[in-house]
C-alpha cells in the first residue's frame, strides 16, 4: 500500500530562514507525489505535484521540492520564508482511487 | 472559473442527529471526494463517487454515505452522530481519476456534534 510520512509535526523557523519539511514515501509504483497547504479555517490549496520528468519541482509562493527516488523523499523547501507561510503542510500520495496524505507539519515562523 | 463549493459552512447538530453536506465541484469534473479532518487524526478518506457511482470507501461506519447527482455534485450525510463525529469535513473533485491528476479541495464544512 503506498503511503507517506511526514517528519516533524511542528517545524518553527525564523523570517528569512530556510524552511524544509520532510515528506518520505513508500510505493511500490512510480509515485505521484502532493504538496498542499491548508492555512487556518481553511480548505487544502496544492503547492506543487511530481508526476514524471523533471525531479525538482516548483511550486506557488516560492516553494520547490525534489523527487528522490533512491531516498523515498519529497521534501519541501523554500529558501526564505515570509510570515504568511505559517501554515500546516501536507504531503501526499496518489493512488489510482484516492489521495493518500501523511500526518502534516504545521509551520511555525518567528519574526 | 469556480472552485469547489461546499455548504453549509458551519454546521451543529445534536447527538443522534442526521447531517447532510452538499458539494459542487469544478465544472467539468466527474469525481468527487470527500475527506474527514478531525483534531487530531489528520486527513481521512471517507468517501469516492465517479459518474454517480460510489468507487470507494474509507474505514468509516455505514451510518456515514452520501451520493453522486447527474450534475456530478454530492452529498454526505451522517446519520445517529456521535460526538466524534465533530470535524472538518472536506470535499474535492478531479477529472475522471487517473493517478496523477490534481485534485481540488473545498473550504470545507465544519460539522459540531453537541
Known amino acids: 500500500a503506498q503511503s507517506v510520512t511526514q517528519l516533524g509535526s511542528h517545524v518553527s523557523v525564523s523570517e528569512g530562514a530556510l524552511v524544509l519539511l520532510r515528506c518520505n514515501y513508500s510505493?511500490?509504483?512510480?509515485?505521484?507525489l502532493f504538496w498542499y497547504v491548508q492555512y487556518p479555517n481553511q480548505g487544502l490549496q496544492l503547492l506543487l505535484k511530481y508526476t514524471t520528468g523533471a525531479t525538482l519541482v516548483k511550486g506557488i509562493n516560492g516553494f520547490e521540492a525534489e523527487f528522490k527516488k533512491s531516498e523515498t523523499s519529497f521534501h519541501l523547501t523554500k529558501p526564505s520564508a515570509h510570515m504568511s507561510d505559517a501554515a500546516e503542510y501536507f504531503c501526499a500520495v496518489s493512488t489510482f482511487q484516492k489521495l493518500v496524505f501523511g500526518t502534516g507539519t504545521r509551520l511555525l515562523v518567528s519574526p | 472559473e469556480a472552485g469547489v463549493t461546499q455548504s453549509p459552512t458551519h454546521l451543529i447538530k445534536t447527538r443522534g442527529q442526521q447531517a447532510t453536506l452538499r458539494c459542487s465541484p469544478i465544472?467539468?469534473?466527474?469525481?468527487v471526494y470527500w475527506y474527514q479532518q478531525a483534531l487530531g487524526l489528520g486527513l481521512q478518506f471517507l468517501l469516492w463517487?465517479?459518474?454517480?457511482?460510489?468507487?470507494n470507501r474509507g474505514n468509516f461506519p455505514p451510518r456515514f454515505s452520501g451520493r453522486q447527482f447527474p450534475n456530478y455534485s454530492s452529498e454526505l450525510n451522517v446519520n445517529a452522530l456521535e460526538l466524534e463525529d465533530s470535524a472538518l469535513y472536506l470535499c474535492?473533485?478531479?477529472?475522471?481519476?487517473?493517478?496523477?491528476?490534481?485534485?481540488?479541495f473545498g473550504e470545507g464544512s465544519w460539522l459540531t456534534v453537541v
Open positions: 474535492a473533485s478531479s477529472p475522471r481519476r487517473v493517478s496523477g491528476n490534481t485534485i481540488y
Open positions: 510505493s511500490s509504483v512510480p509515485p505521484y
Open positions: 463517487y465517479d459518474e454517480g457511482e460510489e468507487r
Open positions: 465544472s467539468g469534473h466527474t469525481s
